[in-house]
Nanobody, 127 residues
Framework: QVQLVESGGGLVQAGGSLRLSCTAS????????MGWFRQAPGKERDFVAA????????YYADSVKGRFTISRDNAKNTVYLQMNSLKPEDTAVYACAARLNSNSLRYYTGVREYDVWGQGTQVTVSS
């Protein structure tokens, strides 16, 4: 069973930066696309960013484009989300997700397209 664990969340002032990490363990021998989603209290889970297995293809929600960068290091089974110029509206629980047995070049943006989810890490941006 593949498991995902996020880390790197915390409290930061508006305009600051954080880097989230998501590490996969278990049956990680197969290729998998990855995505980041976030959910604020009382709100729907929203897509943030996605990356293909190869790492070469990425996609971002309009709300974070130009500020966030998704990347991965498959040798470490880790995906990152570098978050710059953070805004209070970025405050949410951020969760990573994996789509197993993925095409090397494909990424996914829908919640229903992912197989495994992490527990999430809290990101709080103060004004």
């Amino acid at each position: 069973q593949v498991q995902l664990v996020e880390s790197g969340g915390g409290l930061v002032q508006a305009g600051g930066s954080l880097r989230l990490s998501c590490t996969a363990s278990g049956r990680t021998f197969s290729r998998y696309a990855m995505g980041w989603f976030r959910q604020a209290p009382g709100k729907e889970r929203d897509f943030v960013a996605a990356i293909s297995w190869s790492g070469g293809n990425t996609y971002y929600a309009d709300s974070v484009k130009g500020r966030f960068t998704i990347s991965r290091d498959n040798a470490k089974n880790t995906v990152y989300l570098q978050m710059n110029s953070l805004k209070p509206e970025d405050t949410a629980v951020y969760a990573c997700a994996a789509r197993l047995n993925s095409n090397s070049l494909r990424y996914y943006t829908g919640v229903r397209e992912y197989d495994v989810w992490g527990q999430g890490t809290q990101v709080t941006v103060s004004s």
